[in-house]
């Protein structure tokens, strides 16, 4: 099956660092990835598309400049957390989406995902 | 916008007891529905899905359908493992293949043996 890694799987910074987060689409290509985050006992929140080799789609509400998305090349795509504060503090998942055969036949596979603690 | 609702957790069953776990959706159009499983300390794994009204999504002894009429689509197994204690998100995408998904909040169930 296809396989999406994170790095890392957990990181604990001090207010006012920077942090990036990788997410690695390990058997196959992905153009598009999505970031997500999760609070606990909360669903999945999207927070941006990132499209390999453009410019990310930020969801309402989410501070492009403060969750910075590069997708440099069709396997990986990265989350900076600028300036981060413990309100950042949350499990951010990523997920990268195969294309198969068909219409309505891509698949999102999962990352599974990076725990930060900002102190 | 799309949103979710599923069954608050946990939910505790007996080996081989019958699963319900509902789902209720809100979506413009015709959206496309999943149920993502997730395993204690792994990451997000598709289960079933369905792309139009009345299809039946199935896989490993799971089954949902597509009930646009309830907007709706509960999981079921008619014998449950202890192996199936996870995490279960009812999730739905409301456009094309490239779009992100909005999830529920996920239903924690327990299976004892």
């Known amino acids: 099956g296809a396989v999406v890694s994170q790095h890392p799987s957990w990181v604990i910074c001090k207010s006012g660092t920077s942090v990036k987060i990788e997410c690695r689409s390990l058997?196959?290509?992905?153009?598009?990835m999505f970031w997500y985050r999760q609070f606990p006992k909360q669903s999945l929140m999207l927070m941006a598309t990132?499209?390999?080799?453009?410019?990310?789609?930020?969801e309402q509400g989410v501070e492009k400049d403060k969750f910075l998305i590069n997708h440099a090349s069709l396997t990986l795509s990265t989350l900076t957390v600028t300036s981060a504060h413990p309100e950042d503090s949350s499990f951010y998942i990523c997920?990268?989406?195969?294309?198969?055969?068909?219409?309505?036949?891509?698949?999102?596979?999962f990352g599974p995902g990076t725990r930060l603690l900002v102190l | 916008g799309d949103s979710v609702t599923q069954m608050e957790g946990p939910v505790t069953l007996s080996e081989e007891a019958f699963l319900t776990i509902n789902c209720t959706y809100t979506?413009?159009?015709?959206?496309?529905l999943f149920w993502y499983v997730q395993y204690p300390g792994e990451g997000l794994q598709l289960l079933l899905k369905?792309?139009?009204?009345?299809d039946k999504g199935s896989n490993k002894g799971f089954e949902a359908t597509y009930r646009k009429e309830t907007t709706s689509f509960h999981l079921e197994k008619g014998s449950v493992q202890v192996s199936d204690s996870a995490v279960y998100f009812c999730?739905?995408?409301?456009?094309?293949?490239?779009?992100?998904?909005?999830f529920g909040k996920g239903t924690h169930l327990i299976i004892q043996p």
């Open positions: 369905a792309t139009k009204a009345d």
């Open positions: 979506a413009t159009g015709y959206p496309s």
């Open positions: 999730a739905l995408r409301g456009g094309g293949g490239a779009d992100g998904l909005t």
């Open positions: 997920s990268a989406l195969r294309l198969a055969g068909g219409p309505y036949q891509e698949t999102q596979y």
């Open positions: 990132s499209n390999e080799g453009s410019k990310a789609t930020y």
């Open positions: 058997d196959f290509q992905a153009t598009t």
